[in-house]
């Protein structure tokens, strides 16, 4: 009896090895962060509004429309100034909707027209190589807002540029945590079908659901086929060596239209501490299969993900490595990527200095490691608009 627990137990470890990636992690950490470090490049800036305004950017850029008054959060890169610029518009003449069914109050991340710049490893549990591009995607965000101030619709407009994961089928998708929401319908400019790899919704004529059967936190899903948007190629990586050619990508937008007008933009945060007090959203990505989800550091995971990676990260259950390395970075510009096995503290040299020095020197508004760059390191044979 003995001898077939043993064997038993052999085999059971063998088939859950072969179901995770052990990571190795028998080497010296490129990098010395702090615990402490927590990795944001973006934050809520408090505003507040004493009649119908604007909201701009240093650069003129609009971060927010028509803002009936208030106080909000406006989340924009740490280093962002912002400027109120009052609007010559009576309050008794704005509505919910302007002529021709157009809003007018909004809010936008990072600005109107702007892409922010995210990137995922897709190697969570191990480490990986450290060069941010499995997957990465510029992301503008758009809430529409009623005359009160309330969030009618959120818009997620997603611009693929490259893949670097060895994944055939990858998903990306919205984790609302915190403060209950409810969804009335989601909408979007691509396929729905494109979902299938990953997520079950129930298919309307011309909306779906967000993902079925969740609990503790809603989920909708952006795609679950994240190759698709890219130009037919038979190679496994897409835009990540400067020796390929370029393949062009297609830009979608999802639409969240919440189901009713008792969500104030003031509840809403974006990457930022889960809090019960709050509207939580949260990026995610999932690569292979629907349990294996990448977050950023410190936000949830779903239900349907397998807690049984977390036993290479112990004890840390918050997405980053036991030596605080993460799995998703996100910069409110519009940044080129790193070239495939080019790591990005290496293609830009004050990653490091962000991760190490500047995280100790108490300025916790400084998030432009972007500058300087290696370009030798970093893909050009497409330019989306890139900061630098």
């Not at 008794?92 to 995210?118: D, E, H, L, M």
Request: charged fraction near 20%.
């Amino acid at each position: 009896m003995k001898s077939t627990s043993y064997i038993t137990l052999f085999i059971t470890l063998i088939v859950f090895t072969s179901c995770f990636e052990v990571p190795d992690n028998n080497y010296r950490s490129p990098l010395d962060v702090p615990q402490s470090f927590d990795w944001k490049t973006i934050e809520g800036k408090k505003v507040i509004i004493t009649q119908f305004s604007s909201v701009f950017d240093e650069n003129g850029d609009s971060v927010a429309s028509l803002l009936p008054v208030g106080e909000y959060q406006l989340f924009v890169g740490k280093s962002t100034s912002l400027n109120i610029v009052p609007e010559p518009v009576p309050q008794s003449t704005i509505s919910t909707k302007a002529g021709g069914g157009s809003i007018k109050n909004r809010v936008y991340f990072p600005a109107v027209g702007k892409y922010a710049t995210v990137m995922f490893e897709d190697l969570f549990p191990s480490k990986g190589d450290m060069d941010m591009n499995d997957i990465v995607f510029g992301l503008n965000m758009q809430y529409d807002l009623d005359n009160q101030g309330r969030v009618s619709v959120i818009h997620f407009k997603i611009q693929p540029r490259c893949v670097g994961s060895s994944y055939d089928k990858i998903g990306l998708a919205v984790n609302f945590t915190g403060k209950p929401v409810e969804v009335k319908k989601v909408t979007r400019t691509d396929n729905v079908s494109k979902l299938s790899n990953f997520f079950n919704v129930d298919i309307k004529n011309g909306w779906h659901s967000p993902e079925l059967n969740n609990t503790k936190s809603v989920v909708v899903p952006l795609t679950g086929d994240f190759r698709s948007y890219f130009e037919y190629s038979p190679e496994l990586f897409f835009n990540v060596r400067n020796i390929d050619p370029p393949l062009a990508t297609t830009t979608f937008t999802v639409s969240i239209e919440l189901n009713s007008n008792s969500y104030p933009y003031s509840d809403f945060s974006f990457l930022d501490s889960v809090t019960t007090e709050k509207i939580c959203l949260d990026v995610f990505a999932v690569f292979g299969k629907r349990e294996k989800e990448v977050h950023f550091k410190g936000q949830l995971a779903t239900e349907r993900f397998n807690t049984s990676y977390f036993q290479y990260t112990l004890p840390k259950r918050d997405f980053t490595t036991i030596d605080n390395w993460v799995w998703a970075i996100i910069s409110d510009k519009s940044l080129r990527h790193p070239l495939e096995q080019k790591k990005i503290y290496n293609a830009y040299p004050n990653f490091k200095t962000w991760a190490e020095v500047w995280s100790r020197s108490g300025d916790n508004t400084r998030s432009d490691w972007y500058n300087p760059k290696i370009i030798d390191s970093l893909y050009t044979r497409i330019n989306f608009n890139y900061y630098n």
